[in-house]
C-alpha cells in the first residue's frame, strides 16, 4: 500500500484582478459573422452566444458562485508532482457512505452543486437519512482547481490510481464510485485496482465493444437505433475530440486568450448533450448561471488547455488506460435518453458486473447537473443494494 498523501484545506478565493481581466477582455471581444439563418448547425449561434455573453458581464456574480462552492469543505494535495483539489463534503449521518464522484470533459465540480446536499444530508431534503454519503468530489488533474498539468502521462488509469491515494489518504477504505463522461472510465479504473475498497460503481455514461466471442444475444430495435445515432454522431459531433486528442495545445492558445471562445467551445457541448438539444439548439436544459458559473472555473483557473490534453493521453496509451478486466464490483448502470453514447446491454454486462440498470425518461450527459431530481435517486437506489 502506498504511503498516505498530505492533505490540506484549500478555499477557493480568486483575486480581484484576474475578474477585472475577464470583463475587460469581454468587452475587447471581435465577434464572427454568421451565415443567416443558419442557427446551431456549424456550431454555437451567434445569437445565443452574444446574449449570454452580454449576462456574463453585466450581471453574472462570480463571488456568488464562489460563495455556493466554499460552503462545502474543500482540500488539496499532490500526488506525483501533480496537484488535486476535490470537495470533501461530509455528512451529518455518522454512518454515511464515502462516495468517489467524478466529472469529464467539459464539466467540473460545479455539475454536482444542486446534488451534494441531497447526497451528504437526504434527510434534510425529503430522504431516507440511511441513504446519506461523505462525498469526495475530485477535480481531475488539469482541470480547474487542481490546475494545470506540467508533465505528460496523465490518463484515466494513472488518475485513478491518484484518486485511490486520495481516498485511503482521507480515511475511506470502503467506498463507492460514481462517474459520467472521463469519470466514467476513471471509476471503472478505480474499481479494477482496488476491488476490495469499492462497495459499489455507478455510472451514467459507459463504453463497452461487441464481445469479440460472438457470445452476445442479438440486438434489439432499440439497440440498433441507438447504434446508429452514435455512428451518426461521430461523423459530425466529434471533431472537438480529433483536435483535443491530436493538437491540444494549439487549440488551448484561443481558449486561454478568448473567454468568449472558451465559452463558445464549451456551451456548444452543454447544448449538443442535453435533452432536446442535438446540436441545433441552446442548451436551455441550464441556467445562464449554470453555464457561465462553470465556464468561469475553467477560465479563472486558467486551464481550458491542459484539461483537453487527457484526450491526447487517452491516444497516447490506447487500451492500457481502460481497465484491463472485467469490472466484478457490483455495478449499477443509469441511461438518459440524451446521452450521445448508449451501448447495448448485453456488452456492458460482458465487461461489468451489472446489478441495476435504469432507463430514464429525460436528461443528457450532465445527468447530476440536468436532471438531479432523477439522478440522485438513482444513486440512492443502486447503493442501498451494496451498503
Not at 452543454?270 to 438539444?277: P, T
Request: net charge negative; charged share 20%; hydrophobic share 40%.
Amino acid at each position: 500500500m502506498d504511503d498516505p498523501i498530505e492533505i490540506s484545506p484549500f478555499r477557493v478565493d480568486v483575486r480581484q484582478s484576474v475578474l477585472d481581466d475577464l470583463h475587460e477582455r469581454i468587452d475587447r471581444t471581435r465577434l464572427p459573422n454568421q451565415i443567416g439563418g443558419i442557427g446551431w448547425n456549424q456550431g454555437t449561434e451567434l445569437g445565443f452566444l452574444t446574449e449570454l455573453v452580454g449576462y456574463w458581464r453585466a450581471h453574472y456574480d462570480w463571488r456568488a458562485a464562489e460563495a455556493r462552492l466554499n460552503a462545502f469543505e474543500h482540500v488539496v494535495t499532490e500526488v506525483d508532482g501533480q496537484r488535486i483539489h476535490a470537495i470533501h463534503a461530509r455528512s451529518p449521518e455518522p454512518d454515511a457512505l464515502p462516495l468517489l464522484l467524478v466529472h469529464g470533459w467539459p464539466g467540473s465540480v460545479v455539475e454536482f452543486l444542486d446534488v451534494l446536499g441531497p447526497l451528504t444530508d437526504p434527510a434534510a431534503h425529503g430522504g431516507d437519512p440511511r441513504d446519506a454519503f461523505h462525498v469526495i468530489a475530485p477535480s481531475l488533474p488539469g482541470f480547474t482547481f487542481s490546475g494545470p498539468t506540467h508533465e505528460t502521462g496523465w490518463h484515466p488509469r494513472r488518475i485513478a490510481g491518484a484518486f485511490t491515494r486520495l481516498m485511503s489518504s482521507l480515511g475511506y477504505d470502503r467506498y463507492g464510485a460514481q462517474g459520467g463522461d472521463w469519470g466514467s472510465v476513471v471509476c471503472s479504473n478505480v474499481a479494477d485496482l482496488a476491488p476490495d475498497s469499492v462497495a459499489g460503481l455507478h455510472l451514467n455514461f459507459v463504453v463497452a465493444s461487441a464481445p469479440k466471442d460472438g457470445s452476445a444475444p442479438p440486438l434489439t430495435e432499440e439497440e440498433e437505433a441507438a447504434l446508429q445515432r452514435m455512428a451518426e454522431w461521430r461523423r459530425d459531433g466529434a471533431g472537438y475530440q480529433e483536435i483535443q486528442g491530436t493538437k491540444p495545445q494549439t487549440l488551448g492558445y484561443a481558449l486561454e486568450d478568448s473567454p468568449v471562445g472558451l465559452c463558445a467551445w464549451i456551451v456548444e457541448k452543454f447544448g449538443a448533450w442535453s435533452d432536446g438539444g442535438d446540436g441545433t439548439a441552446a442548451p436551455m436544459s441550464f441556467t445562464f448561471d449554470q453555464l457561465l458559473t462553470n465556464v468561469t472555473t475553467y477560465w479563472v483557473t486558467a486551464t481550458a488547455a491542459s484539461s483537453t490534453r487527457i484526450y491526447w493521453e487517452m491516444r497516447q496509451v490506447g487500451r492500457e488506460a481502460m481497465p484491463q478486466s472485467r469490472i466484478e464490483v457490483p455495478t449499477g448502470i443509469a441511461n438518459f435518453p440524451a446521452e450521445v453514447t448508449k451501448m447495448p446491454r448485453s456488452w456492458v454486462e460482458h465487461r461489468y458486473n451489472v446489478t441495476h440498470w435504469t432507463e430514464h425518461q429525460r436528461g443528457g450527459h450532465f445527468a447530476a447537473m440536468e436532471v438531479p431530481d432523477l439522478w440522485v435517486p438513482d444513486v440512492r437506489e443502486f447503493f442501498r443494494t451494496v451498503r
